[in-house]
């Protein structure tokens, strides 16, 4: 089965994206439906009304062949019933759940055009109702997040999150966990996800060596992890780090809490594995825990987080730091829902943006090598 990671995803103008009927086992179709998913979640950020978002998401298209509908006029904080959001499609929810999926393609391609034509509220809430039926499980999960705003968290919408939360495709398991977050935090789909930290033991030797860690909901991911694809590929093409022979595992759990908790148990991992600075390196709120860390006086040198989630409240301490890089995609799907920041703008952080709508992709080191990032330290 194909997987969205295993090739670049580019951005299609949606009004072309939903002219063609994407599914997860046609390669040629992954980026179709990350530009249908992706305009989903921008529209969902409409209706929610996150300005600071939209105007950062048209920044992100131009110049790039996306252009977005007119998303602030969509904005409404009160939700409609079911029945009224599916009214202006010239299908019933049942005809939805039986016509082949090249027909609601069809109504769905004459929603965005109206869309577009016609920015409003009830035509979001149709486009929601009818891509909830799309056979890629990215729209789906995307149409999920919309029509939760919309409508009403109801059962249809929590199948299609919960799922796909399991998936083994990364950007569609790490979309419905963050939706399926905003909804219900301890959802057992979630937390079966979360683990106790380790222990750490203390060695008798110090060194100055490269460390790497997961994100939010994936301590029990292999790549980060030694004989894991990224920590092998650092190891092999940046021997000069020196990786770790251990990986910072923390619970992964989804919460302010778990995230501070998870800060000051690196702080005692660093002081126990005898690193003397390290580079490090952190993949999304692992980058949070590791800015968290820089505040209770952990040292590193190289900085690198990728995919992070911009927080203004999580950000790191600057005098704790030799250098940070960011290293992240454009219009970053799962960001999007989470509501951070898509890019970290400070003129003290070297930012390296390749790339489109995968969360997943700056761990990956087919990425990192389709985009020259092994020499991410060198100068741009």
Known sequence: MAHMSDQPLEPIDPRDAFTVTPRLDSEATQSVAASQAALLLATRAGVLGHEAELAELEEEVDPAPFELPELRAVQRSQRIPVTEAVAPLAMSRSELAAEPATAVQDEMARKVHDLYQRPSFENAAALFEAALYSPHPLVAVAAAAGARETTRLRPQIRVVLEENAGSDDPLVAELAQEVLKQIEPKNPHLQE???????????????RTAAITHGTWAAKQDWYKPTGNFYEALKANRPDLAVHNQSFTWSGDYSDGARRVAARELEQWVDNQGLLSPDFFAHSHGATVA????????????????AWPVHNQWLPDFGRVGQIYDIRVRFDLVILVDGGGQRFRDSRVEERRNGWFDHAAPHEPAYWDAHGLWAFDAAP
Do not use: E, H
């Open 193 to 207: 996800r979360v683990i106790t930290t380790p222990p750490s033991k203390r060695r008798r030797r110090n060194s």
């Open 291 to 306: 800015n968290l860390a820089t505040r209770r006086g952990v040292d590193f040198d190289k900085l690198v987080l990728l």
